[in-house]
């Protein structure tokens, strides 16, 4: 089993940035991602990351301005965000699964956190 737990996620205005982290525990986790889910609509793949950092993927709304990491010493993932727009407003979801490979699909994940609130002002 993997445990995980989401943190920094806030208020802030457009243009801004903000970094959320993902805390896993229990098993060591393979490919691990973010997804989102705004209010009324379907949870959406973010960005995913390999074991081994070799294989990192964005979805096209957040490319060029998203950068996932992740630490395996310490079982941590960031999602550092810049130029952050209102649509970027969701519940941010932290994932993991066993295999090393990095996935884009929420069906190839086991494992989820509670979610942090990401809220973007205009």
């Known amino acids: 089993q993997v445990q995980l737990v989401e943190s920094g996620g806030g208020l802030v205005q457009a243009g801004a940035s903000l970094r959320i982290s993902c805390l896993a525990s229990?098993?060591?986790?393979?490919?691990m991602g973010w997804f989102r889910q705004a209010p009324g609509k379907e949870r959406l793949f973010v960005a995913g990351?390999?074991?081994?950092?070799?294989?990192?993927r964005y979805a096209d709304s957040v490319k060029g301005r998203f950068t996932i990491s992740r630490d395996n010493a310490k079982n941590t993932m960031d999602l550092e965000m810049i130029s952050l727009k209102p649509e970027d407003t969701a519940v941010y979801y932290c994932?993991?699964?066993?295999?090393?490979?990095?996935?884009?699909?929420?069906?190839?994940?086991?494992?989820w956190g509670q979610g942090t609130q990401v809220t973007v002002s205009s």
């Open positions: 994932a993991a699964r066993m295999s090393p490979v990095a996935a884009n699909h929420d069906y190839e994940y086991s494992y």
């Open positions: 990351i390999s074991w081994s950092s070799s294989d990192t």
């Open positions: 229990g098993r060591t986790p393979g490919g």
